[in-house]
């Protein structure tokens, strides 16, 4: 292996870890706001002199989260050839824009939350399998010949 490739191969394995984690965080970001949002709302509604449209925000995390999880996973199964974090994240990341898309006048707020939940659980799982799976290697897999 080249100088040139193992410089590239160690920005990959960086670019994964780092991606990997920042998908985990916002999609424990998007599950949050789904579940706690509501509340913050009502409880600061006499504080606040404006109202955040609760969609939008969902909308925000989201359309940030999916290139970062495509991304993610696609480096970590170029990496490991693992499959399993790409079935775990495809459905994941369907499940939340479903959750969305389809809103809660069709699945109803709980069907919606649940969506969510379901959704952002298997997304961090897919990152945690993918960033486990490297540390566990210590990237070894990435100096084969």
Do not use: W
């Amino acid at each position: 292996m080249s100088i040139d490739q193992k410089i590239n191969s160690e920005k990959m394995v960086k670019s994964q870890l780092l991606t990997d984690k920042f998908a985990i965080a916002l999609s424990f970001v998007c599950m949050v706001h789904c579940f706690f949002a509501p509340s913050i709302l009502i409880l600061t509604s006499g504080l606040l002199s404006f109202s955040i449209e609760n969609e939008i925000i969902h909308k925000i995390i989201l359309i940030t989260a999916i290139p970062i999880s495509i991304f993610a996973l696609c480096v970590g199964y170029k990496n490991h050839q693992l499959i399993v974090p790409v079935y775990f994240g495809s459905i994941g990341l369907f499940l939340l824009v479903g959750a969305i898309a389809f809103d809660e006048d069709y699945y109803g707020i709980y069907g919606e939350s649940l969506l969510t939940a379901i959704g952002s659980i298997l997304v961090i799982s897919s990152h945690f399998i993918n960033y486990k799976t490297c540390k566990d290697l210590k990237c070894s897999c990435h100096h084969r010949h």
